[in-house]
């Protein structure tokens, strides 16, 4: 006996392993079974083996409205202090995101904004940004740490991104992002800074069990190859997973490097070069594509879509949402960007935010496809098509979210 079945729905499954013609692996009037949390069972209404109340406890009916996973925002910056909209204004007369970092702004400017923060008001900022996410569908957010640069606050970056988990029911995936700026009392010592990342700092989030992951930032404004090397170094060590922004500004060969790691992802990649798009594949390292940043910082150079497709690497897609690069709240306006921006399929953009997104989290068993033994997270949309998702602009059709069985 199931706890519940939701009946008179399409499924957009995108699970290869449902079969269908499109990228979408949909099923047309289909029903989910769910039982302690987790998808029972997937298939035609028509092939449900009784009637629905022999099957389960409760049946809900969706009105003929589509069903997809749980959306899954997988690179967010969303537990930060202050914002940085002086910058904004700044940029539009001129001035380069690289150039304000330079000049002691940028990352650095919310380091400073984030060491002052309590636990409480980083909480309550990163609430209030999660919170139109949620209403979109999103089940699972990666979140990452990176504006402490110092233990005390990097922790407390950690900590609360667990929290927000905890008080929203929402999946929260924690990187570790201590390789994203070197802080002001480390200027000139990239080196002493480093020996704090991975001999102490690293290592404590570990035992505290405080990281899923471990992110650097890998550009000429931040870290060379080599000290991003000695970060996953340390951290396969320390038995994490890694993941890098990689070739968002320049090319750093930063999508080879991630996958001589074995990373989970590389993301951003405008100026990744096809050897490295062949390292990927070689090693499944999902490209994780960011086009509120591309958008935000009015890049021109697009990442190599075609050699994603021609080398079957994984493309996801995510928000990005940080206070500097991508002041980005809805993954949904991130599918119509990756479509407009990146030419995209809506299929690829959809696969994008759910079982890509799962795999560039390592979570690809747990959630990111509607399938017997996922967890039971799914989004219910008021729509005719699938495509719709990557459609409009600034229209939610989210009609109710689901997590692990439960309405969220
Ligand atoms: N993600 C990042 O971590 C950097 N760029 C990006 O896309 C910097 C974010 C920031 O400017 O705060
Ligand atoms: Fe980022």
Redesign the pocket.
């Known amino acids: 006996m199931w706890d519940a079945v939701w009946l008179n729905a399409h499924l957009a499954t995108m699970a290869p392993e449902s079969g269908g013609d499109d990228g979408y692996h949909a099923i047309r009037d289909g029903a989910v079974g769910v039982k302690d949390g987790r998808i029972a069972w997937v298939g035609r209404r028509s092939e449900l083996s009784g009637p629905p109340e022999d099957l389960a406890r409760a049946a809900f009916d969706c009105g003929g409205r589509w069903i997809t996973p749980g959306l899954i925002d997988c690179?967010t910056?969303i537990v930060?202090g202050g914002d940085?909209a002086n910058e904004f204004a700044l940029r539009l007369k001129g001035a380069s995101?690289e150039e304000i970092?330079r000049a002691g702004g940028?990352?650095l400017s919310?380091v400073t904004a984030t060491r002052a923060a309590d636990a409480r008001s980083l909480l309550q900022s990163a609430s209030r940004r999660l919170e139109p996410l949620r209403r979109e569908g999103v089940t699972t957010i990666e979140i990452?740490s990176?504006?402490g640069l110092d233990l005390d606050t990097e922790v407390r970056m950690l900590q609360v991104a667990t929290r927000l988990g905890e008080e929203t029911g929402i999946r929260v995936s924690r990187s570790f992002?201590g390789a994203?700026a070197l802080p002001p009392e480390y200027k000139g010592d990239a080196d002493g800074y480093l020996d704090l990342v991975c001999r102490q700092v690293m290592p404590q989030m570990a035992s505290e069990g405080l990281a899923d992951a471990v992110d650097a930032?890998g550009e000429k404004i931040?870290f060379s190859p080599e000290q991003v090397s000695r970060v996953f170094g340390a951290a396969r060590e320390l038995g994490l997973p890694v993941r890098l922004?990689a070739d968002?500004l320049s090319d750093q060969g930063g999508g080879g490097l991630a996958a001589a790691y074995d990373a989970l992802s590389a993301?951003?990649l405008e100026y990744t070069t096809e050897r490295s798009v062949e390292a990927m594949a070689e090693a499944g390292t999902v490209a994780v594509l960011?086009p509120g940043?591309f958008y935000f910082l009015g890049e021109v150079k697009r990442p190599p879509i075609d050699l994603f497709r021609r080398h079957a690497v994984q493309m996801a897609i995510a928000t990005?949402c940080?206070?500097?690069?991508?002041p980005v709240t809805s993954l949904l306006l991130m599918l119509n960007m990756a479509c407009t921006l990146f030419r995209l399929t809506p299929e690829e953009a959809l696969t994008g935010v759910t079982r890509n997104a799962a795999a560039a989290l390592g979570l690809e068993e747990e959630c990111g496809r509607l399938a017997p033994g996922l967890s039971a997270d799914f989004a219910l949309w008021d729509i005719a098509v699938p495509a719709e998702l990557s459609y409009r602009i600034g229209f939610n059709p989210c009609a109710g979210v689901v997590r692990a069985g439960q309405a969220v």
Do not use: E, M, V, W
Not at 322 to 326: I, L
């Open positions: 690179h910056h930060h940085r995101y970092a940028g990352i919310t990452k990176g504006y992002l994203h930032f931040a922004h968002q993301d951003h960011l940043a990005d940080n206070p500097g690069s991508a």
